[in-house]
């Protein structure tokens, strides 16, 4: 590892006086060598590195000369350039990484897709009947495979196809020997319909009724005659539907041509009525009530069912005085024609109300001159009042005469002379309004 080694010795006997020594050698200084190598790049060539030839150690590290598609070796290989209408795709590729160089192209395809234009004009009903697709223009031959495409699925298979919807038909025409194929679309659209109407929607008057109704009116931008269909049921001529209850409904008008117009409808619901006559009645025989309610309309007329002890039928508070229980029903009606019918039960109950004076003084000073009998209202008339002395003679008989009257009744007189003060008896045939009777006596002190 040194060069120019050199020692100092003694010249009488040759003793060494310097040991022996040289100047180092390195890549500068010292011999070299250049040698092949490899640097671990598969796309460089005639790779070499320099070395240091006293220890081999590296003075230039290995390298080498880039290949590229210009000088490197390369391969034509097969390939796929995603065009359906070229054959036999190739590409160039720099075989030492496989890095493309010509990219992936085919020729041409001489296969040939072709689709008539459509010379009938469409009308909305040509697709009852099929519009035809002619491909005859396109490439022919045993190995030629044609494919109609509609809603991305194969549909047909002949050169020709009868389409019998509206929208985008794809011919694919395949030459099954080298995979070419070639395509091309047409859109089948029938004329936009102009069709409108004058829509009368009818809402339900009454709830729960289901008497909406839709009538169509003066409809045009179409071939007449007009058919109308609703909910996709059948077609028919009548312009009018009627007893519909409430929902959304779809009308469709379809002109001679077969074009149609759909329109979308909604049905709005009555909103229910309220009526509410509130809790029952309770009431002793004889008296009176007056029935009242709350409801959620205007009212137009009442009705209430007659029965017994009720003073109107078409009257919205009516007073009623039934003699037994009784159930009052009232119809009422709004100013749309609806109705609603609710009812109330009168409980009478028959505690009877008579109350007898056991004393009176006929002094003619105003206060208790006459002795009378009184009740609350369940007494109809008092059929016969007598009074006795107490021998049984009759001083006093008066028939049919009503309770409370003070203008009638004894005066305490007998052939219209006073008797005098003293204990008397008197006996009453009372008619209750339910038409019982009942027969009261008891005694009577006349005082002055």
């Not at 006997?13 to 040991?19: F, K, L, Q, R």
């Not at 089948?188 to 009818?202: E, F």
């Not at 909604?266 to 009530?289: C, E, K, Q, W």
């Not at 039934?322 to 749309?336: Q, R």
Request: net charge negative; charged share 15%.
């Amino acid at each position: 590892n040194t060069i120019n080694d050199v020692q100092t010795i003694l010249d009488c006997d040759g003793s060494i006086c310097i040991p022996c020594q040289g100047t180092s050698s390195d890549c500068t200084n010292g011999s070299t060598s250049i040698v092949s190598c490899d640097d671990g790049n598969p796309c460089t060539i005639n790779d070499v590195q320099t070395i240091l030839d006293s220890d081999g150690s590296i003075c230039v590290p290995c390298a080498g000369i880039y290949e590229d598609c210009s000088n490197g070796s390369t391969s034509i290989l097969s390939c796929d350039d995603g065009d359906p209408n070229t054959t036999n795709d190739e590409q160039t590729i720099l075989d030492c990484d496989g890095s493309v160089c010509v990219p992936c192209m085919g020729i041409p395809c001489l296969v040939q897709s072709i689709i008539d234009p459509i010379l009938t004009p469409l009308s909305c009903n040509s697709f009852d009947d099929g519009v035809l697709l002619i491909g005859n223009g396109s490439s022919t031959g045993p190995n030629i495979e044609y494919q109609w495409i509609f809603e991305n699925e194969i549909v047909g298979t002949d050169p020709q196809f009868e389409a019998y919807q509206e929208g985008e038909y794809m011919l694919i025409v395949i030459d099954n020997l080298n995979g070419c194929q070639n395509s091309t679309t047409i859109s089948v659209v029938a004329p936009q319909s102009n069709i409108s109407s004058d829509m009368q929607i009818n809402d339900e008057t009454c709830f729960e009724l289901s008497n909406g109704s839709i009538i169509v009116n003066n409809p045009s931008g179409g071939q007449e005659p007009y058919l109308y269909a609703l909910n996709s049921e059948n077609f028919g001529g009548a312009n009018q539907f009627n007893n519909l209850p409430p929902g959304s409904y779809t009308l469709t008008i379809q002109d001679a041509d077969g074009c149609e117009y759909n329109t979308e409808i909604n049905i709005a619901s009555a909103t229910p009525l309220f009526l509410d006559l509130g809790t029952d009645h309770v009431i002793n025989i004889g008296d009176s009530v007056q029935l009242s309610s709350i409801n959620n309309f205007t009212i137009d007329s009442v009705f209430w069912e007659f029965s017994n002890g009720l003073n109107c039928t078409n009257c919205l508070e009516p007073y009623v005085n039934p003699i037994e229980n009784t159930n009052y029903i009232v119809t009422m009606m709004d100013e749309n024609g609806c109705w609603i019918t609710d009812e109330i039960m009168v409980r009478v109950t028959k505690k009877r109300q008579i109350y007898i004076p056991n004393s009176f003084s006929p002094n003619l000073d105003g206060n208790n001159d006459r002795f009378t009998l009184f009740s609350g209202g369940d007494v109809e008339q008092i059929n016969k009042l007598s009074i006795y002395d107490r021998w049984g003679n009759t001083l006093y008989s008066v028939e049919n005469i009503l309770p409370n009257d003070l203008d009638v009744g004894w005066d305490g007189t007998y052939n219209g002379k006073p008797m005098n003060p003293g204990v008397y008896i008197y006996s009453a045939e009372i008619l209750f309004k339910d038409g019982r009777t009942e027969m009261i006596s008891g005694d009577l002190t006349l005082l002055k």
